[in-house]
């Protein structure tokens, strides 16, 4: 059987999973493809180790890529493993992260888990200590923004691994109650009806603009980042606008 004989599989596995090296073999050699530059060809043995494929693929360093990648899924004893699309759009995010970008869009049909794939990447951001800053030196804060109570709900529900003191529901009883908002928190979780309220000055502007390391808006389509959106002030105000 010719070395080549599983490429084609190979490589739709690859394309599938954004993989940039697809390999094929027939037990005695190897096959590469390099789908970024079409280049390919018979490579000799051994196979590479995974620090040489590593090295293939990220030739250059990245210090949170590298912090990123130590942290493991929470999986949640097991229960959860992600699926090819929602691993992909997570080390996407990620990625992006890592090389400073500031505004990133996830474009996913309905019931591919676009909640749990924003806790997978708070999670991680939340244990690399990713923050603003550039340095390690603190844990991330985190607003996940909605325009809907059972959205908002939800996500505060499934990012139940947190730490209890690491997550923070602001709703307009938790504001009554307290006379202000929330800070001692990672993660917020909110609705962009609540943040608009208050009296005299809306909810959000008691936050300083560089209180939040990144902004979740979920459904962002429905006119939470349109430009003529009646709360693109809130990003305004954040710095993300």
């Known amino acids: 059987?010719?070395?080549?004989?599983?490429i084609a599989q190979a490589k739709d596995y690859a394309q599938r999973l954004g993989a940039r090296w697809a390999f094929a073999s027939n037990g005695l050699g190897w096959y590469r493809v390099d789908l970024a530059t079409g280049e390919e060809g018979e490579?000799?043995?051994?196979?590479?180790?995974?620090?040489?494929?590593?090295?293939?693929?990220?030739?250059?360093?990245?210090?949170?890529?590298?912090?990123?990648g130590a942290v493991p899924f929470e999986t949640?004893?097991?229960?959860?493993?992600?699926?090819?699309?929602?691993?992909?759009?997570?080390?996407?995010?990620?990625?992006?992260?890592?090389?400073?970008?500031?505004?990133i869009l996830l474009t996913l049909a309905t019931g591919t888990g676009k909640t749990s794939i924003a806790f997978q990447i708070a999670w991680v951001l939340f244990q690399a200590k990713w923050n603003l800053s550039?340095?390690?030196s603190r844990r991330p804060r985190i607003l996940f923004l909605a325009d809907r109570?059972?959205?908002?709900?939800?996500?505060?529900?499934?990012?139940?691994?947190?730490?209890?003191?690491?997550?923070?529901?602001?709703?307009?009883?938790?504001?009554?109650k307290q006379a202000r908002v929330p800070k001692n928190a990672s993660v917020f979780f909110t609705l962009f009806q609540t943040f608009m309220t208050g009296d005299g000055e809306p909810v959000f502007t008691g936050y300083p603009p560089d209180?939040?390391?990144?902004?979740?808006?979920?459904?962002?389509?429905?006119g939470g980042a349109n430009d003529e959106s009646q709360w693109r002030g809130i990003l305004e105000h954040f710095s993300l606008g």
């Not at 059987?1 to 599983?6: A, D, F, K, L, Q």
């Not at 090819?84 to 400073?100: M, P, S």
């Not at 209180?211 to 389509?221: A, G, K, P, Y």
């Open 1 to 6: 059987m010719s070395v080549r004989e599983g």
């Open 43 to 68: 490579i000799s043995l051994p196979f590479p180790t995974p620090d040489a494929l590593w090295s293939l693929v990220f030739s250059e360093t990245n210090a949170w890529r590298e912090r990123f």
């Open 76 to 103: 949640d004893g097991g229960k959860w493993e992600p699926r090819y699309y929602q691993h992909r759009a997570i080390t996407a995010v990620l990625e992006a992260i890592a090389q400073g970008t500031r505004r």
């Open 134 to 136: 550039g340095e390690p």
């Open 149 to 176: 109570n059972i959205l908002a709900d939800q996500a505060y529900n499934a990012f139940s691994a947190f730490p209890p003191d690491a997550i923070a529901r602001i709703d307009p009883g938790s504001l009554r």
């Open 211 to 222: 209180f939040f390391d990144f902004i979740i808006v979920d459904e962002c389509h429905r």
